[in-house]
């Protein structure tokens, strides 16, 4: 396996991007470092050098977490996003790994790979962490306005993820909605529940809630991009207030700082399942590559993470997985002649 | 001030609801406990009576919360819910309030005491908690599918309720969306968006991410009911999720015991904002009653403290502000002869 890695995307990058490499290059894939080459160069002198399995493949250019999709793709025709896009496209890399600008990677992995054949609309599937297995939810953002055959594309390839990433025969699919009860929902939801419930590739299971979601008690959940994307800003922004005024009170007194010591050891075991460094960020499904997103933030650990997550990925052939699954003839979905 | 109690509302009313009536009457308003006499009356003896300025009103039927609303509203004509809603219509009660079925409370509210004049579409309005103030969050649920004009006048409904009740001169108003840049959002928000920028009697302030609402950055935030129910339901369940762990942690074993018991005092501080007994419930705007709707599992405290928050807002006269509003000839907005 080949990844290429964009390591001059995310806030620390590309020191790093490097770091995250060298590290998930213990696992034996190779990795190919894209970016400016005198900059890496630099960064890897630092490190005493790169291992064996880890190149550098130049690319002069560098897309901001602040330029507008459209831009990135017009002005920056070499950059080591679209360049890393191309390696996929042109074979010599089978995946793409990027911590960097979310709505640039989904606009030049469109251009650069294409559309996947039958694919109406894309998805970027977020990995919602939980304790045995992550919640895999789409579209977190890429097709703010869905209809009820976008959303059933997306049970179809959720479904193919679930099962290549972790495992899951049949896994479970629901759609987010505002109660349990089939009359909830909005006139999309209720269109898209009849379809799913009369595709036998499925196993659709109804409407889930927010707490259904987080407490992982369905393996997809489909959504519009405007609704899953809210739902990730709004329970990353709740877990965020919570731990920081955890945080404070830990800080407050000799008392609480004493307790805060004594409590941590079991807390971070309790949330360790919340932490990036161990949770894969998205992945852009439909179109023709194994692409992965990471958060900005993203630590070298978490970076290594991501990476050997899409080794195992292109490993286990997901994109022959997702096109099986658009394919099947028993599927309401695309057929393809 | 008279309030109008559905006591048979709420999970464990009627004595939840009784003690909560109790609680409040020291304040001094007279609180009507609408429910069945001779039930009420039971639990009354057990408190070894009423203080003068609570008074039990009849009404025999009790709407459970998995009615529907239009069966509550048909079948259900003497239900203490409905009961409340009548002695407002009719004067008898300046506001009402209850912990029951949200969707029948919309319901009956609706029919009972009928719709502003000029409104499309009613609201309900939540109240996010926060350090300083809550913020004003509408539609959290009442109208799913919202058209830029129902959101605007969410804006203006929400402008006059944030100065009523917070006494906020000129509240900062924001649209909740998937970014803060103008290209960000929906249709229906940039067309939202437009026409709050042309209100002159609105402080516009542009999108807001679910981070900003969290932290407070906007007095007033407006939805679609979809959206808004969907941030309160995840924001839930998420600060559920993380205190969920932070308990299990606390009790893994005798050390993380003791620190939590160290660190309790400086935690229930910074969390108490987050603590539903002192933070109230929703608000039924656009109908012609001033009415609360606060969670099922309310404690007697936080009953009480719904019970003020209520007396408060009808001595503020917030319908008249809410139609002052609307009515307001430089707002954009519903103009009535």
Chains 1, 2 share one sequence.
Not at 207 to 226: A, F, K, Q
Not at 237 to 255: E, F, I, Q, S, Y
Not at 304 to 326: P, Q, S, V
Request: charged letters at 20%.
């Amino acid at each position: 396996m080949r990844i290429a890695l964009d390591a001059m995307g995310g806030d620390d990058a590309p020191r790093s991007t490097v770091q995250g490499a060298v590290e998930a290059a213990q696992a034996g894939f190779h990795i190919l470092l894209v970016g400016d080459e005198a900059v890496l160069r630099e960064e890897v002198s630092l490190l005493g050098g790169l291992p064996p399995n880890v190149h550098i493949h130049h690319a002069p250019d560098v897309v901001e977490m602040e330029d507008a999709p459209s831009r990135s793709l017009r002005r920056k025709k070499d950059s080591s996003l679209r360049v890393a896009f191309e390696l996929a496209s042109g074979g010599q890399a089978d995946a793409v790994v990027t911590m960097g600008n979310t709505g640039a990677a989904l606009a030049i992995g469109m251009f650069v790979a294409g559309r996947m054949e039958g694919i109406l609309r894309p998805a970027i599937a977020g990995l919602i962490p939980h304790e045995e297995r992550p919640v895999v939810l789409l579209d977190v953002g890429a097709t703010v306005d869905c209809k009820p055959e976008h959303l059933h594309q997306f049970a179809v390839m959720g479904t193919a993820l679930s099962r290549t990433a972790f495992g899951i025969e049949n896994p479970e699919v629901a759609i987010l909605a505002n109660g349990t009860e089939q009359e909830k929902g909005t006139e999309v939801t209720r269109e898209t529940a009849a379809r799913l419930s009369e595709d036998p590739t499925l196993s659709f299971v109804g409407y889930i809630e927010p707490d259904g979601l987080i407490e992982g008690r369905s393996s997809v959940v489909v959504t519009d991009g405007w609704t899953g994307n809210l739902f990730i800003k709004t329970a990353e922004a709740a877990v965020a207030h919570v731990t920081k005024a955890l945080g404070d009170a830990a800080r407050a007194n000799v008392l609480a700082k004493t307790g805060a010591l004594l409590l941590k050891p079991s807390l971070s075991k309790n949330l360790s399942h919340l932490d990036g460094s161990v949770a894969a960020g998205g992945l852009l499904l439909g179109i023709e590559a194994c692409a992965l997103i990471g958060h900005g933030g993203s630590e070298p650990p978490a970076i290594a993470n991501t990476l050997c997550f899409a080794a195992r990925l292109a490993e286990a052939r997901l994109l022959d997985a997702l096109r099986l699954g658009l394919n099947d003839p028993s599927s309401g979905t695309v057929q393809l002649p």
